[in-house]
């Protein structure tokens, strides 16, 4: 059985499920990486620039953690998803990058997704993918299908039931449901996290931005529980149009969740991020036009301290409650 490695970091988060269910259906084994570590990030900084953003960084750390465990690395070109709107550059050059910096990884498995390229193109890239496991077209077919009915189930279950990507992840895949962003009926507030998923769900990168708010018992909301619908219309309602697939994670949820409906709003930024510096600004104009939700950014790198989160984040929390107690003291 072929052995399949998926680094666990950027991409997946949004994608996993649907890869897993592909290359399962073509009778693969698929291996992930573990959840990221002190050792997998310093040794994917080791490899590359130093201005490279933390999640690349990340990523790489990851790949070298899979070099022993897998026969093929899958590392996607997911260059547009939607027409003639684009993902950030990092993630056009990946694999290749992979290939320079992990010369000793196994051989990588590569796809262009470019849905501007026609759909015709985009069926050639999945079939010539499934010929690494099967020479039947019909099975590549079935397990395409297959896994592209996956990815809307995962997607429409966390917009339906608000969940969170790990929560929907777990759902979709049958294993044990992780805590964060487990609602909770006394919640002393509502906070939207907004950021990129590999930001905000990867508990090492992030310093457990996440579980610490809701022991903090902080009802979370974050962009992935908003359809692409609202998501887009709040992109176009600020900016007059879409250009980067990742605006939707950031600009359209914070452009959303700032007009109401949330005690706060937590926008978490990857230091070297260039799409991020431009999209945060925008935000951060957003909200201190509205002026009516407060806002918070914190930039992560790979020296960022933790008792500098967990301040910010109890001064964040203890502003939230004292506006509560105004507005409760205001209408009593
Ligand atoms: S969007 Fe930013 S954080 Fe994500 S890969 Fe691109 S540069 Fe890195």
Known sequence: MIRVGIP?????????????SFFKALG???????V??????REGTARVVADTCLPVKAFIGHVLSLVSKCDLIFIPTVRSVRKNIYSCSKFLGLSEMTRVVVPE?????DIMVDVNKGRLRLCQAIYRLGK?????????RQASRDAWRTHLNYRNMMSAHRLTQPQAMARVLG????ESGVESPEAKATIAVIGHPYLLHDDFISHRIMPRLEQANVKLLTP????DTTLESAVMRVMGRIQWTCESEVVGAGAHYLRGGVGGVINVTAFGCGPDSLMTDVVRRQAARLRSIPFMN????????????????????????????????VCG
């Open 224 to 227: 992935e529980m908003l359809t």
């Open 132 to 140: 690494n496991f099967t020479a039947d077209p019909r099975k590549i």
């Open 36 to 41: 990221t570590s002190q050792a997998m990030l």
């Open 28 to 34: 693969a084994e698929v291996i992930v990486s573990p």
């Open 298 to 329: 914190l930039t992560i790198d790979e020296h960022t301290s933790e008792v500098g989160i967990i301040t910010r984040l109890e001064a964040f929390l203890d502003m939230i409650y004292r506006k509560q107690r105004a507005r409760v003291a």
């Open 175 to 178: 294993t044990p449901t992780p």
């Open 8 to 20: 666990r970091a950027l991409l997946y988060y949004q994608y996993y499920p649907m890869w897993h």
């Open 105 to 109: 990884a196994p051989p990588i498995l």
